[in-house]
């Protein structure tokens, strides 16, 4: 890949690169931390692109960011990464796909493979899968038996009509019947075109080895021709109308009232 263009920003003291692949990545050095980059990325989209199926699958990408990239397992990852820092994370909005993370000047580097390998290369070893999930299905029982996240997944359910459309607190047994091909899918669907992706790095960033690495990693994603925008036919609604609703859950005595407008 390359870059089409660099703009800088006086006022912010930042520069805007535009990526042959149709990504955009701001950058801005500070000094407030010698030792931290601090990354963000988003693109417009999120649940309206995918299937039902799919935005069900979204609720376990947390899952993804156990496992391994390329031909390695989730449990090899320690090791390659031993002494690196590289925290990367993804997750899905209503509207937005969203990236954030953070690395070190030392392993920036690093950590733009780690973008490239998890945007293109996840490793959704089955095994290892069903390992991954068998361990994060206690946590996923914990928050069905709290009230306060009940309340709150009960209340957004009611507020858009119940639609299928929207993702929810995870479940148990949802998460029982997840597959791996299942999760497969509903990434790659996510972030198989990051065309009009913008990302930002923020920290103490060398900018003169910056626009090569950014070349050489995040111009090389594969993405389609035309930028992802939003499915406007498939954007949850609320419902209108003077509403209320009665949920009751827990043995405390303790109440919540939500007002929206």
Do not use: C
Request: charged letters at 20%; proline letters at 3%; aromatic letters at 10%.
């Amino acid at each position: 890949g390359s870059i089409l263009k660099t703009e800088e920003n006086a006022e912010f003291g930042s520069k805007l690169y535009s990526l042959s692949n149709g990504i955009k990545v701001i950058s801005k050095k500070t000094d407030f931390k010698n030792d931290e980059i601090v990354f963000k990325g988003a693109q417009w989209g999120g649940l309206t692109n995918l299937s039902t199926k799919e935005i069900i699958a979204t609720k376990y990408f947390s899952l993804v960011n156990s496992l391994g990239v390329g031909s390695h397992k989730g449990a090899d990852m320690p090791k390659l990464l031993a002494g690196v820092q590289a925290n990367l994370n993804i997750f899905m909005t209503p509207y937005q796909l969203n990236l954030f993370g953070n690395t070190t000047p030392g392993d920036l580097e690093k950590y733009l493979q780690l973008i490239y390998l998890k945007m293109t290369r996840v490793n959704f070893d089955k095994e290892e899968f069903e390992g991954r999930k068998e361990g994060f299905s206690s946590q996923v029982g914990g928050l069905s038996k709290n009230p306060q996240f009940k309340f709150s997944d009960t209340l957004n359910k009611f507020r858009y009509n119940y639609s299928e459309r929207l993702a929810g607190i995870p479940a148990v047994e949802e998460l029982a019947a997840l597959s791996s091909n299942d999760l497969e899918a509903a990434y790659t669907t996510a972030t198989t075109n990051l065309n009009g992706a913008i990302f930002a790095f923020s920290g103490n960033i060398d900018e003169t080895k910056l626009p090569a690495l950014l070349e050489k990693y995040i111009a090389s994603i594969p993405t389609q021709t035309q930028p992802q925008v939003l499915n406007k036919q498939n954007i949850v609604k609320a419902i209108k109308g003077n509403n209320s609703f009665t949920f009751k859950a827990g043995k405390e005595n303790k109440s919540q009232i939500n007002h929206t407008y």
